[in-house]
């Protein structure tokens, strides 16, 4: 018999003792507590009565009343008018019947900041399987003592050693691969990095390479370790300008080769067999990330994901045709977005609050199933993500937590929310508000302005 099935027999062995025993034990009471006179009996307490189920979670009435837009417009427009938000677009939707409520120049392509992941998200939902997972895989060359890493687009994997956190959860590791190269036999003399997965320029127009330093990006490349990080235990960590040159070296120390001799190949590895392979965390998983913590390298990933689901070039221009594509065939209007990324780190973006509301709008709807995902995604007022530390300062955004829900946007001067609310009257609303050319309190005056949705007593 095989170990696994001798467990299992002994667990029901088990259990079946510990079953004869409670059944003992509740005979044995049964006996002593049988009781011996009336007045014995009249002294036993009366049982308690049984627990009931109170949901944290109340679904929302499809039958609460939608807000006027003259309401709406009148509870806003002292919001609208401070002088902190700039140049102010928006739009305000019913997610229930789609209507529009409530619109302020959502036609104007506006610099999104962030908000662009909203697209990229939903892009990427309508897509791929949820469950997708990219492949970063280590070929043995015709050259012998020559391994080659090649990456396939997970910017997750980490050097993080057998034991030790990793940046991403349940990522790939270095020390897996560099096992499983082992164990092929192969004596490792040198290691090379193939990036050729990703095609095209690695830093997009509009993109400040001083945000490398910063630790808001890194040079796209098809193998990097915790997205590019150099210390991968701050959220303060500064990227990498070499990220796949850092991969591959990390991949030569774990296989106690000189990280010195590592080179990326010019052009892709032809043939070669492959000797080790790891996978990253599933799609959703990846998704929540980015959306959650406003990666940008992910949303670079993602972009190019989707776009190589549709065999298009891995590449900047490729991902953002790619995107906006599959949004058009979701029946969202696009038109006016130009995008230069799939992060919205490019100051040369541009998308409309049409756009950005009907994404939301179609992912509380019901006619793009698989995009509903989508708001779970989003972070939580004053608990989860970019929101986790907002409406938390005053009576209208503490009556926000947990009732409103954003993707959030933020560049020099841009403050841009993207999301859906539930408001006083239990209707749920889709938004998005873009400021540019904001003033110093832009992103508060922004956040009250979503904040009065919830408390909005606008309906009828």
Known sequence: MRPTQWRRSTHVVVGVAVLLLVAAVVAVAAVLSTPKSTSDARAVKAPPAPATARPGVVPVADSATKPTPDRLAATLAPFVADPNLGALTGRITDAITGAQLWAQGAEVPMQPASTNKVLTTAAALVSLDRGARLTTRVLASAQP??????????????????????WYRHAARISDLADQVRRSGVDVKTVQVDVSDYSGPTMAPGWDPLDIDGGDIAPMEAVMLDGGRTQPVSVDSARSKTPALDAGRALAVALKVDPATVTVLPTGLQGGKEIASVQSPPLIERLRELMNESDNVMAESTGREVAAKLNRPQSFDGAVQAVLGQLGKAK??????????????????????????????????????????????????????????????????RASLGYLRAKTGSLTGTNSLAGIVTDASGRVLTFAFISNNAGPTGRTAIDALSAALRSCGCST
């Not at 003592?145 to 990793?166: C, E, F, M, N, R």
């Not at 992060?343 to 049409?354: F, N, Q, Y």
């Open 145 to 166: 003592g020559v391994v080659v890493l090649k990456g396939g687009g997970d910017p997750t994997l980490s050097a993080a050693p057998p034991g030790q956190d990793t």
């Open 332 to 397: 969202i209007d696009t038109s006016g977005a130009h995008l230069l990324d799939s992060s919205g780190l490019s100051v040369d973006d541009r998308v409309t609050a049409e756009t950005l509301d009907g994404v939301v709008n179609a992912a509380a709807g019901n006619d793009q199933p698989d995009l509903r995902p989508l708001l779970d995604l989003l972070p939580i007022a004053g608990g989860s993500g970019t929101l986790s530390n907002r409406y938390l300062d005053t009576d209208a955004g």
